[in-house]
């Protein structure tokens, strides 16, 4: 295979282009500089010995297996069992599998955010690819940061790659009722917040919300994220539904092994697979699910490792003509073990077909269109709504601008209740994670239904991290009032599974001295979706004024390692949340018209 560990026209990622010579392979591959390569060959064939492999053995084609098994990631509990199957398929395949562990990310055990920890994951994993023997690799992730950190990893590091992802958990039951992480953890909390339900009840729920290994249920972002892997083609067909502990996903796992041992063969790398088209089809996908907010940023982060760029503008325009087809919680009422036996995500891609690039490769070696009309066709199933009869008329993400957010920021409209849809409100403003923990459920708090809740401070620097805090808790005392939704804005992310009237990634954030750090108790804040509108109703002059004062009680307080590296790094959601040295001058804008 011709091995171009950095083959991106560009240079892209964070490191420039590289070559190696067109005779390194398995363990010859990338050897350590002691200024003498046969010498590092002979001691490196020296130590892999000593794990008892032979010579037959480390002749051929070495494929890597990124291990993100952790302790502490339930998502991942499966990751043992997936790494002895890829290793399976590796070996019936004739190559040679050998598992690397990476750093591993679980959203509710990442302080003060995976989010903070999402680039550190995709340098890790990178360096360890470039660093290490491979003629290609497995990636196994499934927690919402981990898919997103490896494929930006691949598309730097840019060797051939196979994505698995460990699969949902099953759907557990509490008193009766069916429920599943995470979109049920949050509705039942906001039950318990209104006294809707007691103490006990919202232990006894505690226990039955996560009844399996695996990632949420619901199309949050672990699930978004796997059904955008499989657009993308870098992960095979029919791969990204069936559920963590399922035979099927032990199959998908050994026959993931076997493909990658064919892409190190053809040397197919992942600039090849992860196109405009590509991306293109998953910005479309990411519409019809209902899919994560957060998939977004996530998107935009992989594509721009390879030159390619978001715009906003044509992937509102996208949204318009997309409608949400899938009936999955937070935008439905599913779960994605019923998106499974509903055919998984080819009945979608079916669906979509005429508005797809059906000519677009995937890592099979078959086109997309290809790989649909190879998928079984369930005809009765309920999950995947006809275009014509869609769960919602519009795609489930809007683009918003305004002097509130001059760089965009988006609303998860598919999940938004209608009547707040065009809004003009009363400002309440939380200044941070403190203040709001502070004073959310203080009685004296003045905050009425239909006020908008601001937090500022919560953007990539800000918190730092962006965390999941976008989805501001209604005040307790209006919550036991009944109230269930409110206009809520920040510069922060909030979680996938979640639903509400919330408008999020605001950008520029309140760090960098946006309008959203500006705003104050008592302005008048219009949201109108239809338009694409999110306006602050304070006029030019006095904004001018209060950034003065802003600029002028910043400071700085001196920063060590990572944390320093990541604020000296990071970019804007617009741009992915990437640093800034990962991300290339983009060559090319996607969303395309169709025709294009």
């Known amino acids: 295979m011709s091995q171009d560990v950095h083959n991106d026209k560009n240079g892209n990622g964070c490191h420039g282009k590289q070559q190696e010579e067109k005779s390194t392979r398995g363990m010859s591959n990338r050897l350590t500089n002691y200024g003498d390569s046969a010498f590092s060959l002979f001691l490196r064939r020296a130590f892999i010995k000593g794990m008892g492999y032979t010579d037959e053995a480390l002749s051929r084609p070495v494929i890597g297996i990124a291990n993100t098994y952790s302790g502490y990631n339930a998502c991942h509990g499966n990751v043992p069992g997936l790494v002895e199957s890829v290793k399976r398929g590796v070996m019936l395949a004739g190559g040679l599998p050998v598992d690397f562990p990476t750093i591993t990310l679980h959203e509710s055990f990442a302080h003060p955010t995976s989010m903070y920890l999402r680039n550190l994951m995709a340098l890790d994993t990178e360096e360890m690819i470039r660093g290490q023997p491979m003629d290609a690799v497995v990636l196994i992730g499934g927690c919402d940061k981990t898919v997103p950190a490896q494929l930006m990893a691949a598309a730097s590091a840019g060797i051939p790659a196979v994505q698995v992802v460990t699969g949902p958990m099953l759907s557990g039951s509490h008193r009766g009722v069916r429920v599943g992480a995470c979109t049920d953890c949050r509705r039942y909390w906001a039950a318990y917040r209104g006294k809707d339900i007691d103490d006990e009840e919202i232990n006894e729920v505690n226990d039955k919300l996560v009844p399996t290994v695996g990632t949420c249920s619901v199309m949050g972002t672990a699930s978004t994220m796997a059904c955008l892997a499989e657009t993308l083609g870098i992960m095979l067909p029919n791969s990204a539904t069936a559920p963590a502990v399922y035979a099927d996903r032990q199959r998908i796992a050994e026959q993931s092994g076997a493909q990658a041992v064919q892409l190190a063969r053809g040397g197919v790398t992942p600039e090849q697979i992860l196109t405009p088209q590509a991306f293109e089809n998953a910005l479309r996908v990411l519409l019809a699910l209902g899919g994560s907010t957060n998939a977004l940023i996530h998107l935009t982060a992989i594509a721009g490792r390879l030159g390619i760029d978001i715009d906003l503008e044509a992937f509102d325009r996208m949204s318009q003509e997309t409608p949400v087809l899938v009936d999955l919680k937070p935008s439905g009422e599913g779960y994605m073990e019923d998106l499974h036996r509903a055919g998984g995500l080819p009945t979608l891609l079916r669906e979509l077909a005429p508005l797809l690039h059906l000519d677009a490769m995937t890592v099979n070696g078959r086109t997309l269109g290809e790989n649909i009309e190879a998928a079984v066709h369930l005809v009765d199933q309920k999950v995947v709504r006809p275009r014509s009869r869609p769960v919602y008329a519009q795609g489930g993400i809007a683009v918003l601008r305004g002097n509130l957010a001059p760089a965009g ?188």
Request: charged share 25%; hydrophobic share 40%; aromatic share 4%.
């Open 409 to 596: 920021a988006i609303i998860k409209q598919s999940a938004a209740s209608p009547e707040l849809m065009t809004h003009r409100g009363r400002a309440v403003v939380f200044t941070g994670l403190e203040d709001l923990a502070r004073r959310i459920d203080d009685p004296s708090l003045d905050v009425r239904a239909d006020d908008v809740l601001v937090l500022q401070n919560i953007g990539p620097k800000g918190a730092p991290g962006m965390p999941e805090a976008g989805y501001i808790p209604i005040p307790k005392k209006l919550a036991a009032q009944g109230v269930k939704d409110m206009v809520r804005i920040s510069d922060g992310r909030m979680s996938g599974t979640a639903a509400g009237t919330i408008v999020l990634h605001v950008s520029p954030e309140s760090a960098e001295g946006g309008t959203l750090g500006l705003v104050q108790d008592g302005d008048i804040i219009s949201l109108d979706v239809q338009t694409n509108r999110l306006s602050l109703e304070v006029d030019d002059a006095e904004l001018e004024v209060r950034r003065q004062v802003f600029q002028a009680q910043a400071s700085s307080e001196p920063l060590l390692g990572y944390r320093r590296l990541f604020l000296e790094q990071i970019l804007q959601a617009e741009e992915g949340c990437d640093f800034r040295a990962c991300r290339p001058v983009p060559s090319v804008s996607v969303p395309r018209s169709h025709e294009a």
